[in-house]
């Protein structure tokens, strides 16, 4: 059955860092996804220029690589000033998206990472989530970013818990990668955790630990069936 799924990214990049493989491989599937980029920049002219260029380029890339049923949602917050805007006006824009698109399965940045959108951005979306309001939602899981996940330090906060693995091939992964190529100014070169060699070793762990070649991890929050 055809699920509508979406994606909750704080920051553009998010989405194919954490779940890229996730994406390509349910969109193969003939599902409906949507990918809600929460915030943009301070800088108005970025927002303008930059990310309209990326949204083509984005376009262009999904193209190539035959995605269907992947759709943009861009809410246009301020970077790294989520923590400034009040809570209210956050859950009803967040809200609006939700009775849009009426997701089945939900994705969302992991609460402990380091960068404080990502954070609030869980919060929100949470709040979103109640199913005597939004019954529609069926499975709840959050995914992990490299540079952002793992370098929390206080060990009581650090607490992404994969029990949900999703097994890839190697196309999946070279098309992981060849989304990535969107985010330029974002990558570089190895040991730098938003490498491509970076990626592909953290596929390659997940993989590992479930038998498998490549693999993305996530925890799943809530299953209803």
Not at 45 to 69: A, N, V
Not at 76 to 94: G, M, Q, R, Y
Not at 184 to 189: P, Q
């Amino acid at each position: 059955m055809k699920q509508n799924i979406l994606i909750v990214a704080p920051h553009p990049d998010d989405e194919i860092l954490g779940c890229g493989g996730y994406l390509l491989k349910k969109s193969y599937e003939s599902n409906h996804i949507m990918v809600l980029y929460v915030t943009t920049s301070t800088d108005g002219d970025w927002e303008d220029s930059y990310t309209k260029s990326k949204s083509l380029e984005r376009d262009k890339i999904y193209l190539q690589l035959k995605l269907k049923g992947v759709q943009s949602k861009y809410m246009n917050f301020p970077a790294a000033s989520l923590d400034s805007i009040n809570k209210k006006e956050l859950i009803l824009a967040f809200s609006e998206i939700f009775k849009l698109h009426m997701p089945n399965i939900v994705l969302l940045p992991n609460p402990s990472d380091i960068h404080s959108d990502h954070a609030i951005c869980f919060e929100i979306a949470s709040k979103c989530c109640k199913p005597f309001r939004q019954n529609y939602v069926q499975q709840i899981m959050c995914y992990e970013t490299l540079s952002e996940t793992d370098i929390a330090l206080d060990s009581r906060y650090n607490n992404f818990q994969p029990n949900y693995f999703l097994t890839l091939p190697s196309e999946i992964i070279e098309a992981k990668l060849k989304l990535l190529s969107i985010y330029k100014t974002e990558i570089n070169s190895f040991p730098f955790p938003r490498s491509f060699d970076a990626i592909k070793a953290q596929a390659m762990t997940r993989g590992i630990q479930v038998g498998a070649k490549y693999a993305e991890a996530f925890q799943l929050l809530k299953l209803i069936e």
